[in-house]
């Protein structure tokens, strides 16, 4: 046992950092750190537009429309939005700080079609709340706090701050289906509908629509202030996503994967058992994907909406854990693309590789290395549409706390092609985008990042980056703001419905659009 000195000091680091990531100084917009005035603000010039082909991402009549409704875009998670991101126009950029009681980096951030509004969910060391956002101000109309994880009470006792920082349970992955409700489940082992309206003061609100209790299917001894090293298990839901026949899907971190049915309320759940899944899903007209630290699964629910497996392929998971990851294993949530295949990287130790299958049937396709030998890991999904993949290198990052000044990541995006004979490594970008959630409009043809390039004089500089996704060359880079309220710490890009593109950052949400 650690001397009472030294676990006092762990804690008070901890809940330090915790409060670091909840209230930075001062309101709008998110503060920079020192160098601001060193750096230009703007590199490249203008993309000129080009559409990518392939035939456009199906609609899941369940979710809201596609590129508006989930952290992935859509039902397929292929992270492709069918309307244009910023050109790089005299791009504006604007953050926006919520001062002390900040809601600020956004996992998720959606578009309600009928009121145009942002529904976000954010996280702020332990606080998580759901946000109704204007998107052209980024002011807030309306908030609804969640329940808190009890990985935040696990991190402050235990001094082990990776137990948050790798903790996807509690909102981040949820959706809008199609009447713009969010549909969440929370720390509490709660999916609950929230729809938003504007009262007859012209006030906004989140209201709850529907709430089912989950906890009769899952461990819930889970840790709290009073009683932080409860003696049973706990494996809150990470993730929530509807598939085609109407049934909401959801899986936890301890590899159970369940349905339920919201028109009876009635839950179903099987065990994938010895195996971890980190990240969400993905769900298509023939059934749903999930991946493990151990295997690739293709799902469909039996008569009583009990998950079923039709195929489960194994893949090469190395033998550690590698810095740019949450766990041992695959970091992807699986991406269908193409005519029928679904995609994932592995883990194996040298080099990582993109593989690929037919989702019908699991055969393998393609399996190939990206990326330099002992350097390579993701913890991001891949963006899949047509024939094509985009997969983002994030070897070397961790979490925000740990990155020193003027790091980053190993770096590097490549584009990897499904063939008639395999797959082939198209190009590779030597861009650093150390954390992000990568995105590409279909409208425009651009790959976006958040990159961060290593400085020696140790400056943390942080620009949204369009890469054209023909080439593999870079069009324009606007920097959003320098030091670490400006580190998207996993957080994705999104791209509006109005050719905005927004990052969650530490500090708050950043926002970059063309001017006018």
Partial sequence: MAAPRAITATVAAVTAVLALAAAPAGAAPVPDGPGKGLLPAYLGSPAVPHRLPGAPVPANPYMGAVGLSSMHADSYAS???????????????????????????????????????????????????????????????????????????????????????????????????PQDRAVVADAAFHVRRFAHARGAGGTWRFQVTDDWDLSGLLPHDCATWTNPWPKGACDPITAVGPDWTGLIWWVTRQGRVGTLDPRTGAARSVRLAGEEVQNSFAAAEDGVSVV??????????????????????????????????????????????????????????????????????????????????????????????????????????????????????????????????????????????????????????????????????????????????RSGRTAYKVLTGTGKWFDNNWAPITLGPDGTAYVGVLGGLVAVRDRG
Avoid at 116 to 143: E, N
Avoid at 317 to 346: C, E, H, M, N, Y
Wanted: net charge positive; aromatic share 10%.
């Fill in 292 to 469: 493990s630290d151990h295997a690739l699964y293709r799902m469909q629910a039996g008569p009583d909406g009990t998950p079923l497996v039709r195929w489960r392929r194994a893949y090469d998971r190395g033998t550690a854990r590698k810095p740019g990851q949450i766990d041992q294993g695959s970091g992807t949530t699986p991406t269908f693309f193409g005519d029928g295949l679904v995609a994932i990287t592995d883990n194996a130790d040298d080099r990582m590789h993109v593989v690929v299958r037919d989702r019908r049937t699991g055969r393998l396709v393609c399996r190939v290395p990206v990326f330099g030998s002992g350097r390579s890991a993701t913890d991001n999904s891949l963006i899949g549409y047509g024939n094509s993949l985009f997969v983002e290198n994030n070897y070397g990052y961790r979490n925000f706390f740990e990155l020193p000044p003027g790091g980053s990541s190993a770096g590097g995006v490549s584009r990897v092609d499904v063939t008639g004979s395999g797959c082939r490594t198209v190009w590779t970008s030597a861009e650093r985008s150390p954390s992000t959630v990568a995105k590409a409009s279909v409208a425009n043809g651009l790959v976006y990042l958040y990159t961060k390039e290593p400085r020696k004089d140790l400056i943390d500089a942080w620009y949204l980056t369009a890469v054209d996704a």
């Fill in 79 to 177: 992270d492709t939005y069918p309307f244009a991101g910023p050109l790089g126009r005299e791009p504006q950029v604007r953050s926006e700080a919520k001062g002390g009681g900040l809601p600020g980096l956004c996992s998720t951030v959606a578009f309600a079609r009928r009121t145009g509004l942002i529904v976000a969910q954010c996280t702020s060391g332990p606080t998580f709340t759901l946000r109704l956002i204007d998107p052209r101000t980024l002011r807030d109309l309306a908030t609804y706090a969640l329940p808190p994880r009890a990985s935040t009470v696990q991190a402050v006792v235990s001094g082990d701050l990776d137990k948050v920082l790798t903790d996807t349970s509690g909102g981040a992955y949820y959706y809008l289906d």
